[in-house]
T-cell receptor, first 114, second 115 residues
């Protein structure tokens, strides 16, 4: 299995621009998680889906952030408009959704907003 | 609410020395606990997990962790550190919700291995 695949690996954009991060889940997994990692705040859960349905989006910073699962194997995280404080590494992770199932992480997208 | 606390944001050991990374959990029900490792510029990788089958859990790369209910701890150990163990380590607890499972991570411990 190829694992969780994220794209792009690096994104540099100017403040105000729209940014779209992409994630492909591991085949057969039905839970999808978006995390953000920064030096100051550590690893933060932004949102997670179960069977394509958003379960908890309380970690989404504000309305500029949105996440979708158009199908069972793919997700996007969009920031519009982007701001310099959004600069971070964004991770996507998937699991089989059972209580003892570990998360499988992608290699992340490093976002820099100038 | 379930949570984990990692004591010590930075730990430094000599190569060949014992590694001990501390994690304490808070949970009103028997938890599922995990340790993850993150190498630079990579995502988190699972080291080991506790799912109540055995209190001493062995993971990859020679790491193990012991679940101690009386101490609400799940400390990570390795008898002899190797330079390649230098990384950041995260403890995590599984929160079961009506819609599925959600992992909550500790703040991480950066392990430095010195010659």
């Amino acid at each position: 299995d190829a694992g969780v695949i994220q794209s792009p690996r690096h994104e540099v954009t100017e403040m105000g621009q729209e940014v779209t991060l992409r994630c492909k889940l591991i085949s057969g997994h039905n839970s999808l998680f978006w995390y953000r990692q920064t030096m100051m705040r550590g690893l933060e859960l932004l949102i997670y889906f179960n069977n394509n349905v958003p379960i908890d989006d309380s970690g989404m910073p504000e309305d500029r952030f949105s996440a979708k699962m158009p199908n069972a194997s793919f997700s996007t995280l969009k920031i519009q408009p982007s701001e310099p404080r959004d600069s971070a590494v964004y991770f996507c992770a998937s699991s089989s959704g059972q209580g003892n199932s570990p998360l499988h992480f992608g290699n992340g997208t490093r976002l820099t907003v100038t | 609410a379930q949570s984990v606390t990692q004591l010590g944001s930075h730990v430094s050991v000599s190569e060949g020395a014992l590694v001990l990374l501390r994690c304490n959990y808070s949970s009103s029900v028997p938890p599922y606990l995990f340790w993850y490792v993150q190498y630079p510029n990579q995502g988190l990788q699972l080291l080991l997990k506790y799912t109540s089958a055995a209190t001493l859990v062995k993971g990859i790369n020679g790491f193990e962790a012991e679940f101690k209910k009386s101490e609400t701890s799940f400390h990570l150990t390795k008898p002899s550190a190797h330079m390649s163990d230098a990384a950041e380590y995260f403890c995590a607890v599984n929160i079961l919700t009506g819609g599925g499972n959600k992992l909550t991570f500790g703040t991480g411990t950066q392990l430095k291995v010195e010659l």
